[in-house]
């Protein structure tokens, strides 16, 4: 299981801080990502993290989002910084890059 939560509005410019808890499987042996969906968009790519902590990000964020985790509570962790209002839309933990198996999401708008 995966849940997300953190999400919100946010101006221009600001963070927000996501989180993902999970549930019911080796959490610490594999890579997870995040994605998000924009309004009329399909799902992207946010960034990921592997089982050791070597994180990657698309270059839309790279920057200005920092993936981490904590192997030993399961949680995984987005922190968005000067934040765009492109950034806005539902932002998904998943176990894989194309967010086959995510959760239900958290919502983030960036608008002023």
């Known amino acids: 299981q995966l849940v997300e939560s953190g999400g919100g509005l946010v101006e221009p410019g600001g963070s927000l801080n996501l989180t993902c808890v999970t549930s019911g499987f080796s959490f610490d042996f594999h890579t997870m990502y995040w994605v998000r969906q924009a309004p009329g968009k399909e799902l992207e790519w946010v960034a990921d993290i592997s089982d050791v902590g070597s994180a990657y990000y698309g270059d839309d964020v790279k920057g200005r989002f920092v993936i981490s985790r904590d192997n030993r509570k399961g949680i995984l962790y987005l922190q968005l910084r000067a934040v765009k209002p492109e950034d806005t839309g539902m932002y998904y933990c998943?176990?894989?890059?194309?967010?086959?198996?995510r959760g239900q999401g958290t919502q983030v708008t960036v608008s002023s």
């Open positions: 998943a176990r894989d890059r194309y967010g086959n198996v």
